[in-house]
Each structure stands twice: as structure tokens, then as C-alpha cells.
């Protein structure tokens, strides 16, 4: 069952940056790049959204952005970052929707993203089908997803931070070792690569060119396919 993100929204965007090392920030930049362009006529929903951070990037090219997520809080914040940025608001559709039952016809978008949520789906699978049955024919989706490095020699470093460090940092700075326990323990169970691409291929019959782009030896992965 998925954390209740309300209570680390406040926190959240912070610790991400953190955990990270600000390579979050790259990693939206680079799967943003990996979507065809389209200017204002493009349409793209962005799944998981949180506080919208990916949805910005998006509005930077020229999209109109939707973005769903289940968490009121983050989603406050989102808009809040919207209202900042100075963005005429009718370029976003921020509201609250589960992952795997989306409000929006079939076909309805021309590029589908996630960034970090994916693993959060109860039913993954269910979920993955729900954003394939959303994107147009010819739709690209991009899905970001942290994951443990297949290195024999960095896997010992990164059990150590995610296992220790991440949760110490949580409690201190966020007041809350449960969440950034839950998030590395996550990240270790999820499927990656391969066997995530397996998931991807059986969640619709229309998905194809399905493949994945390891980002910082492999401790995020961009997922991507094509409608």
C-alpha cells in the first residue's frame, strides 16, 4: 500500500533534492528532451505529478499540461509553483485522480509522463494500461523511476546511504523516518530494467518500441514507449 504523501508534502521537493544530490533536476530535464515536439499544440498529462515539478518543465516548451496526482497537498503546492512562475493558468488542469482509473477518454493526449510515481501504483500493471489507454496513437510516454545500480561496487555505497542515511536525514530535517524509510525500501523492491520493460509490454497491446535509458550509473532509469 502507497505512503500518504499528504503528510511529506511540505518536505518533499526539499528532501528530493537532497536525497538526490539535485540530479532530480537533470533527470526531468533529460526525459522532457526525449518527447517530440509539439509546441502549444501538444497536450500532456503528467501522472504522479506531486508539487509539479515535471509539469513545469513541460510548460516551459509550449504543452498544455494536465496533472493528476491523489495527494491534495501536493497538489496545492503545484499550483502554488504555477501562480509564481507567472504561466497564464489555463495552461494547466491540476486535480486530484488515482492512476489507475484516469478521467480522461481514450486517446486524449499527445505525450504521457511519470516521474517517480510509477512505484508508488498499487497495481502496477492496472496503472501502466490507464496511461497507455490515454495517449493518442503515435503518443510518446516517459516514465522516470529510481533504482538500485547493478554495480557490485556501488551497490554497497548506496545500500549504505539509502538505508542509513536517507532515513536519518528524513527524521532530522523532515521529521519523519517512517516516509524516508518506506521510499529507499520502495525503490529496492521495485522491478527495473528489463523485468520493468516485461510490465510495460503486457500492459496494452498497443504499446511498442518499449526501452530505457540508465541515467547516473543506473540509480534512475527513463522508461519510455510509444503508442
Known sequence: MAYDFDKIARDYDRMNHLMTLGLDKCWRKRAVKELPAGGSRRSVLDVACGTGDMCLLLAKQGAAVTGVDLSEEMLAIARKKVASAKFQFSTFNFQ???????????????????????????????????????????????????????????????????????????????????????????????????????????????????????LTFGVCRLYLASR
Open 96 to 214: 486530484i485522480s488515482d492512476a489507475e482509473r484516469l478521467p480522461f477518454p481514450d486517446a486524449s493526449f499527445d505525450a504521457v509522463t511519470c516521474a517517480f510515481g510509477v512505484r508508488n501504483f498499487v497495481h502496477l500493471e492496472r496503472g501502466l494500461a490507464e496511461m497507455i489507454r490515454v495517449l493518442k496513437p503515435g503518443g510518446t510516454m516517459a516514465i522516470l523511476e529510481m533504482a538500485t545500480p547493478d554495480s557490485r561496487l556501488l551497490r554497497p555505497l548506496y545500500d549504505l546511504y539509502a538505508g542509513k542515511i536517507i532515513p536519518w536525514l528524513g527524521q532530522h530535517l523532515a521529521g519523519s523516518r517512517e516516509a524516508y524509510t518506506y521510499l529507499p525500501a520502495s525503490i529496492s523492491r521495485f522491478p527495473k530494467g528489463d523485468a520493468f520493460l516485461r510490465i510495460l509490454q503486457n500492459a496494452g497491446a498497443q504499446v511498442r518500441n518499449c526501452r530505457q535509458r540508465k
